[in-house]
């Protein structure tokens, strides 16, 4: 990436800046077939999805901790 790009890295977890297992980025840049990613198991909640910068939308998945943490709050 350069000084100038500053587009999200689809590998990090725009809320965390933790990696985010996601397997479709992994199979896009690798060109290995993934099994399907974890995220399209999992239901995220609105309010985690909320919390993604604008910049990040579509481009960066959130990682499973933090999908976890909005449910944990949801069920509190």
């Known amino acids: 990436m350069?000084?100038?790009d500053t587009s999200p890295d689809p590998t990090v977890c725009p809320l965390?800046?933790?990696g985010n297992a996601c397997a479709a980025e992994?199979?896009?840049s690798t060109g290995q077939a993934q099994?399907?990613?974890w995220c399209m198991e999992e239901r995220i909640g609105a309010d985690v999805l909320a919390q993604v910068p604008a910049d990040a939308r579509g481009l960066a998945c959130v990682c499973?901790?933090?999908a976890a943490m909005g449910?944990?709050?949801a069920s509190d």
Do not use: D, F, H
Request: hydrophobic content about 15%.
């Open 35 to 37: 099994p399907p990613c």
């Open 64 to 66: 499973q901790r933090c």
């Open 26 to 28: 992994l199979e896009r």
């Open 71 to 73: 449910r944990e709050k």
């Open 16 to 18: 965390c800046g933790q």
């Open 2 to 4: 350069s000084a100038l």
